[in-house]
C-alpha cells in the first residue's frame, strides 16, 4: 500500500523495546501495527549490528544471538547495503555532527520517506530534511 505509514527505528528506539526503558511502548505499538499491516517498520543493517554489538558487550555475545534470533521474529524489514543509500549516509555525515551509524538510519528514513524514531538528540541537526519522533 503506497500511502501507509512508514517508520524507521534506530538503535536506540529498538533497544527501548528489548530493554523495557522509557519508550518501548511506542515502539511495541508500532511493531504491532505493522504485524497488522497499518504500517511498515524499517531498519538498516548497519543499526540492527549496533543493537546487537550494545547488547553483547552488556550482556554477553550469547544472549546477543539469542536477541537476534528474536529480533528476527518481529515484523522489522531490514534494509541492507545499498550504493545510493550508503552515498546519502556519507553525504549527511559530511554535513551534520552525527555518528556513522546514525546516518545510515536517517538515510533509510529519507530514502523510505519515513518517521524517524529514535531517543537520540543527534538526530536534531537533521530533522530539516526527515520528520523526527523522539520517544
Not at 533497544?15 to 538498516?44: C, I, N, W
Not at 547495503?81 to 552515498?87: D, K, M, N, Q, R
Not at 546516518?103 to 541537526?125: M, N, V, W
Amino acid at each position: 500500500m503506497p500511502n501507509e505509514p512508514t517508520f524507521v527505528l534506530d538503535a536506540c528506539a529498538l533497544l527501548r523495546l528489548l530493554q523495557d526503558e522509557p519508550g518501548a511502548d511506542r515502539v511495541h505499538s508500532l511493531l504491532t501495527g505493522a504485524s497488522a499491516g497499518k504500517h511498515r517498520v524499517f531498519m538498516h543493517l548497519i543499526n540492527l549490528g549496533e543493537v546487537i554489538y550494545i547488547i553483547a558487550k552488556e550482556v554477553g555475545w550469547e544472549v546477543s544471538q539469542r536477541k537476534k534470533a528474536e529480533i528476527g521474529l518481529l515484523p522489522l524489514h531490514v534494509l541492507s547495503f545499498s550504493e545510493p543509500l550508503f552515498w546519502k549516509a556519507v553525504e549527511l555525515k559530511s554535513h551534520h555532527p552525527m555518528s556513522y551509524a546514525d546516518c545510515f538510519a536517517a538515510a533509510a528514513a529519507i530514502k523510505e520517506r519515513a518517521t524517524l524514531l529514535t531517543s537520540d538528540p543527534e538526530f536534531q541537526s537533521v530533522k530539516h530534511l526527515v520528520n523526527v519522533e523522539p520517544i
